[in-house]
């Protein structure tokens, strides 16, 4: 079964870290770009990181620059997240999602997305 | 940043009614807009990928159309399943950007 499995998401102190998982199954993950997107309880998507294929280069929005890490192990088949200096409006569902078009080339939309792991940052 | 404004932020409307949603970018996009629906509980669902394109197993009711930065996803006859919160992205520059979304909710 083509599928993503997110998991790591919990309650944590402000400015503690957290490592986010996303294993995938039923295709090829070293031939897809790979994203995470968050949304926060009752407000609308936002775009956090993505790390292409082959040289693995990646991007982050500026919520995101210099507290955490996209990384993958395409031997495991798994999408990472390293949160660092967590805040408070950190809190959210946490999505990992496919690119739609294998590489290469960027074709940053996404047809495969996982469930979601909830982090939750307060005291 | 490319910032997406969709609106209306709310539509209220009939099962059998045709749905028109707006998604307006801070500078051209060219083609690369893409719309998700999603339900509550649910992930993001992709519908129509650069700007009209529409995806595997997406009815033909929905329909989208626009380039540069004016774009409008169309729901020709709403089915109940359609009332849901409808997202838009572009992929033109980096950072990735969402628009805030626009709830389709049932009269």
């Known amino acids: 079964e083509v599928q993503l499995l997110e998991s790591g998401g919990t309650l944590v102190q402000p400015g503690g870290s957290l490592r986010l998982s996303c294993a995938a199954s039923?295709?090829?993950?070293?031939?897809?770009?790979m994203t995470w997107v968050r949304q926060a309880p009752g407000k609308g998507l936002e775009w956090v990181s993505a790390i292409r294929v082959g040289d693995d280069s990646t991007h982050y929005a500026e919520s995101a620059k210099g507290r955490f890490t996209v990384s993958r192990d395409n031997s495991k088949n798994t999408l990472f997240l390293q949160m660092n200096r967590l805040r408070a409006e950190d809190t959210a569902v946490y999505y990992c999602?496919?690119?739609?078009?294998?590489?290469?080339?960027?074709?940053?939309?996404?047809?495969?997305w996982g469930r979601g792991t909830l982090v939750t940052v307060s005291s | 940043e490319i910032v997406l404004t969709q609106s209306p932020a709310t539509l209220s409307l009939s099962p059998g009614e045709r749905a028109t949603l707006s998604c307006r970018a801070s500078q051209s996009v060219n083609i690369y807009l893409i719309w998700y629906q999603q339900k509550p509980g649910q992930a993001p669902r992709r519908l129509i990928y650069d700007a009209s394109n529409r995806a595997t197993g997406v009815p033909a009711r929905f329909s989208g159309s626009g380039s540069g930065t004016d774009f409008t996803l169309t729901i020709s006859s709403l089915e109940p399943e359609d009332f849901a919160v409808y997202y838009c992205?572009?992929?033109?520059?980096?950072?990735?950007?969402f628009g805030g979304g626009t709830k389709v909710e049932i009269k």
């Open positions: 992205q572009q992929r033109s520059n980096w950072p990735l950007t």
């Open positions: 039923g295709f090829t993950f070293s031939s897809y770009g």
């Open positions: 999602a496919k690119s739609a078009v294998a590489a290469p080339g960027d074709y940053w939309h996404f047809d495969l």
